[in-house]
């Protein structure tokens, strides 16, 4: 009998997956597999339990936001084994689960992961931290992590929005040097992001037309501070529309990235703190683990 690893977050989202807990692992079950199962409870569970556990496993499920993902894909990446993950989306914004064309009713996300099919995808190593499609710093990024999580599972994505407002006041750039592609960009910036996605913080096309999740690249988007906020305004408008022809837009395709800033900046990976730093490198690695999507249509 095929074993699974069933790891949820059950305060993601709405905690819907109370909900359909019983239902799902009854699918699973029905399916031939042995499962077992590990609710998280703080931050880093489901990274040391996919790493002290997946090698053991023929599966791995994971079910809440893009975080419990980044830590399940750093888990099967530390564990030794090349284990396929299923992923059932349960947060709030499921960037990631939007970029990979997965189900968002949780249950039609469980069959995918029994009738799917196995994609190849990159992930991106940060410094000696992995994120699986988002390293960021600067405006706006702090909301992911600093919003509790009563306030986004009251209100949803509209947390984000809300506490993100609250940090326009506050706007501040970082004198930053940023190096790819034998290039070196120098220049005040207040927002940057290096992403393998099509969705941020649930805005389509915010990386850029032509996205891949597995051609071994990232999508580089860097905001210069602008002479005003009219600028301002309209180069998020651009940016958000998809244009990278801005004057106040640094956007690269890049397999690596190097960055050196004067002074510490406070990076979020897949929406989670990830450190504060004054260097950062970050690589693709490509085709660097198996995430089950939908299949392609004939």
């Known amino acids: 009998m095929n074993k699974l690893l069933f790891i949820y977050n059950p305060f993601a989202g709405k905690?819907?997956?109370?909900?359909?807990?019983?239902?799902?692992?009854?699918?699973?079950?029905?399916?031939?597999?042995e499962i077992t199962v590990f609710p998280t409870?703080?931050?880093?569970?489901a990274l040391r339990i996919t790493t002290e556990n997946a090698g053991n496993y023929d599966l791995v499920v994971c079910s809440g936001g893009d975080g419990t993902l980044d830590e399940v894909v750093g888990g099967v990446l530390r564990c030794g084994k090349r284990v396929p993950i299923g992923y059932l989306p349960a947060g709030s914004t499921n960037d990631f689960a939007i970029s990979l064309k997965l189900p968002r009713n949780i249950m039609k996300a469980a069959d995918t992961v029994l009738d799917g099919e196995i994609f190849p995808c990159d992930i991106g190593r940060f410094c000696d931290d992995t994120f699986a499609y988002i390293a960021a710093f600067g405006?706006?990024?702090?909301?992911?992590?600093?919003?509790?999580?009563?306030?986004?599972?009251?209100?949803?994505?509209?947390?984000?929005?809300?506490?993100?407002?609250?940090?326009?006041?506050?706007?501040?750039?970082?004198?930053?040097?940023?190096?790819?592609?034998?290039?070196?960009?120098?220049?005040?910036?207040?927002?940057?992001?290096?992403t393998n996605a099509t969705s941020v913080g649930g805005i389509r096309n915010l990386t850029g037309k032509y996205v891949e999740l597995n051609d071994g690249l990232f999508e580089v988007t860097m905001l210069r501070m602008p002479r005003n906020p009219l600028e301002l305004n309209a180069v998020i408008t651009n940016v958000i529309g998809g244009a990278r022809d801005a004057e106040c837009v640094y956007y690269a395709?890049?397999?690596?990235?190097?960055i050196h800033s004067d002074e510490e900046i406070a990076w979020t990976l897949d929406g989670e703190f990830g450190g504060k730093r004054k260097d950062v490198t970050i690589e693709n690695l490509p085709h660097a683990v198996d995430i089950i999507i939908p299949k392609k249509k004939a």
């Not at 409870?41 to 569970?45: I, L, M, P, Y």
């Not at 395709?253 to 190097?258: I, P, Q, R, S, Y």
């Open 15 to 33: 905690s819907r997956i109370r909900v359909n807990l019983s239902s799902i692992l009854e699918k699973f079950s029905a399916a031939g597999y």
């Open 41 to 45: 409870r703080q931050v880093h569970d």
């Open 139 to 194: 405006m706006f990024t702090e909301v992911s992590y600093e919003t509790p999580q009563t306030i986004k599972n009251a209100i949803g994505h509209a947390a984000y929005l809300l506490e993100g407002i609250k940090s326009i006041p506050e706007l501040r750039t970082y004198h930053i040097t940023v190096e790819c592609n034998g290039e070196k960009v120098e220049g005040n910036f207040l927002f940057g992001m290096i």
């Open 253 to 258: 395709k890049t397999e690596k990235v190097v």
